[in-house]
């Protein structure tokens, strides 16, 4: 197999992990709100009044852009250095979702420091890590011949 054929491949790989930890930086909080909703106030409806057809494509375009200035870098450093560890990865989404929901205007309604809404935001942001880690973050660095393996 040429190089060139194994580069796009891999940003292919790289590119599917990047939508999907998107799609479940998205999808865990709603699932989060709707499932405290149904235990706390026995409402389970929740997921049926999300707008799947005209908010949540916006919503996955807008994260996919705005998340990639700040997780493009430690992307790239995971490709350049080889780092594949589960962790690395889910701190990363952590932080990520962290920063994005913080100086994001909107993105969550406006941020009020409180330790709980940064904890969502972290829960939603390592469960993103490691869907992308699943995908992708498991062989980075691969192409690099740096760790074999």
């Not at 969550?108 to 992708?136: K, R």
């Amino acid at each position: 197999m040429s190089r060139l054929v194994a580069w796009s491949q891999r940003i292919a790989t790289i590119a599917v992990g990047y939508v999907a930890a998107v799609l479940t930086s998205i999808l865990v909080p709603v699932l989060l709100i709707t499932l405290l909703e149904g235990i706390e106030y026995g409402n389970w409806s929740l997921v049926f009044t999300f707008d799947w057809l005209g908010s949540f494509p916006l919503a996955v375009l807008t994260v996919a852009v705005c998340a990639l200035l700040i997780v493009g870098p430690a992307i790239f450093l995971a490709e350049r250095w080889s780092f594949r560890g589960w962790f690395y990865f889910a701190v990363t989404g952590a932080i990520t979702s962290i920063a994005f929901g913080v100086f994001v205007p909107g993105s969550a309604g406006g941020f009020v420091f409180n330790p709980g809404f940064l904890g969502f935001l972290a829960t939603a942001g390592s469960a993103a890590g490691s869907v992308y880690w699943l995908l992708a973050g498991r062989k980075s660095g691969q192409l690099m011949n740096r760790n074999p393996g």
